[in-house]
């Protein structure tokens, strides 16, 4: 029998209060929100790049990250998760 080998949360490799932690996940978020809707769309308003930046709420922007692999537009992506 083999031992299950796991690595670690990178989230739990730092002692960080839940604060810096959650900020942390949020400018990840809406970096990977950046390049996804760079990647499919090639370019993305100032309007649609200052609403991501301004979102603070994780959920939403993770449904945002989902949401980016199947729309078919940027605009389509707030209207289907915002």
Do not use: N, Y
């Amino acid at each position: 029998m083999h031992a299950h080998l796991s690595a670690p949360d990178p989230w739990d490799t730092f002692p960080v209060s839940p604060e810096v932690r959650q900020r942390s996940k949020i400018t990840a978020a809406r970096r990977a929100i950046d390049v996804a809707l760079q990647s499919r769309f090639l370019w993305v308003s100032s309007e649609k790049r200052e609403a991501i930046s301004a979102c603070e709420d994780l959920e939403l922007l993770q449904k945002w990250l989902i949401h980016v692999l199947t729309v078919d537009s940027v605009d389509e992506l707030f209207l289907e998760a915002g």
